[in-house]
């Protein structure tokens, strides 16, 4: 290792010696600097930020300090692909062009990319969860939940919430068990009677981490195996005070640098790093699933949306909702360059319009026949083939292109309100793909597909009447109302929801309707156990938890609660108003008792029966 001495000899910048321009309080530390630090300290100065040095006590004082500033230096350096310089490079050129306003997409002429449109419960879309399930075994998980979750301004992780009050299923649980049904599922399908263990990766960050793990192990986590489930950590980036991306101290330790979030587009070079998707690859597996922290619908569409990718061969299959034209969610297009470069690719909605009226397209984003606008709405859930990522990946490391977005304080844009940072987002990993990648989108129904919860109440409460509320609530009530209508499809009689209003929201409740994954995986599952004399009134609460329950002759205006353990079959038939209420349990495993319980056919939401 080279002396100090050595190291600031070679240090010349500009034709001088760098230390001479460096503040007075860098000089008068540098000779107790180790070499590495001097490099560090050199690489600030030269970047223009001389200020994080201003304030440096004298030698002496604040030492241990000042080591741990540059240990968090070094540590922002090593984890940004290229080092803190190349991000400072890139802030410059990205905060110039957010201050002239310029459109990243300046160029590009917007056209309806290739995708599929599915009904839910049609023939075809059968067909698609069919095949989805057998590919499933060669899939593996991703979830990122490394964001601060500011807008639902919970202190908790928001994984660790209950999806619905009913069974009090918290996402992360709701989300393993998903998998494990599937893998159930789809080892079962296998023609080699292979088992298999669907790989479940978490992205974390110093906000989640903790927390996240602290969930799982406290809860076994939730019936996975813990070497299924791999946890990868997102470093922060440096925030930017102004547009000369000048770092930002700690307003309460100016031995720090502020770090912000950097977004989930972190999530493929986490996964490129991490090794796991050769290890994939060579295990035989085709797919990865991205997919985010409060969404209880996602996994009703996950099957047919796999087995989208797996007939169509999609590389890049984003699952999408019909969007209304202008509706605020990005829509999913196809842009083609005057160069000749295209790329499928979400873009914000506040982007499109101006862009299709910039193109020959005179009224901007309008709704077609259909009702809906045809650039589908995005959901930031992705399929990706793993063979094409891993090439994609070897010429990238996983980089995906970022953006900024300063809050300027007011109209000269010279000043911001508070520091911004660059971000990058999971669904911009196609901006990079060669013409030839095939990338399409799957359209399912919203009510199927998509609930996130992203708002606090009181926002929520403030949402334009029409627009979704995001919220705890309309999440809750999301899952309700898909089930309630998945039942109906498969023949159920379902009583209609009643308008509500929770915390300023009005919402429609169904009967509140849950069950586990591995008892309704698929339409066609659901189907085999519901039967047409089955109803189920809309003040009634149905749980359902296990995988053999047959309802087929259930006539529910109360509360009924199922557990069936795991080798059990329980038929529920015959009940009625007027037959006191019975139900039968079959019972293939010894141990398990099924008492024959009465009065489930209640009128009021009590409570009335457990298995
Ligand atoms: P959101 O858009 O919901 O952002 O992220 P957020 O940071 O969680 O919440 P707000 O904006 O502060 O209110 C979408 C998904 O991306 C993950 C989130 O955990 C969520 O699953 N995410 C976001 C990350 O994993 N890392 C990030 O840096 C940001």
Known sequence: MASVAESLSGLDIAGGDWAASAPPGLRSNLPALSPDQVELAKMLVETGQSRVFEHWADPGVDDDRKKAFLEQVARLDTSYPGGLASYIKTARELLADSKAGKNPFDGFTPSVPSGEVLTFGDDNFINFEETGVKEARKAAFVLVAGGLGERLGYNGIKVALPAETTSGTCYLQHYIESVLALQEASCRLAEDGSGTQIPFVIMTSDDTHARTLHLLESNGYFGMQPSQVKLLKQEKVACLE????????????????????????????????????????????KWVLFFQDTNGLLFKAIPA???????????????????????????????????????????????????????????????????????PGNINQLILGLGPYIEELKKTGGAIKEFVNPKYKDASKTSFKSSTRLECMMQDYPKTLSPTAAVGFTVMDTWLAYAPVKNNPEDAAKVPKGNPYHSATSGEMAIYRANSLILRKAGAHVGDPVMQVFNGQE??????????????????????????????????????????????????DGALIINAGEDAEVCCDKLSQEESSKCTGVSRAPYLSFPLFSSFHARHSTLCAFI
């Open 305 to 375: 949306a796999l087995g989208v990718s797996a007939i169509r061969q999609f590389h890049v299959n984003s699952l999408a909702v019909p969007r209304k034209a202008k509706e605020a969610i990005g829509g999913i297009a196809k842009l083609t360059h005057a160069d000749g470069r295209t790329m499928v690719i979400n873009v914000e909605y506040n982007q499109l319009d101006p862009l299709l009226r910039a193109t020959g397209y005179l009224n901007g984003d309008v709704n077609d026949e259909t009702g809906f606008s045809p650039f």
């Open 242 to 285: 102004d547009n000369d991306a000048r770092l930002a101290l700690d307003p309460s330790d100016k031995y720090k640098i502020q770090t912000k979030p950097h977004g989930h587009g972190d999530v493929h070079a986490l996964l490129y790093s991490s090794g796991l998707l050769n290890l994939w690859h060579d295990a035989g597996m």
């Open 507 to 556: 919402v429609e409740v169904w009967p509140r309707i849950v069950w586990k994954p591995k008892w309704g995986l698929t339409f066609s599952e659901v189907r085999r156990k519901v039967g047409s004399s089955c109803s189920v009134s809309q003040k009634s609460t149905l749980l359902l938890n296990g995988r053999d329950i047959f309802i087929e002759d259930l006539s529910l």
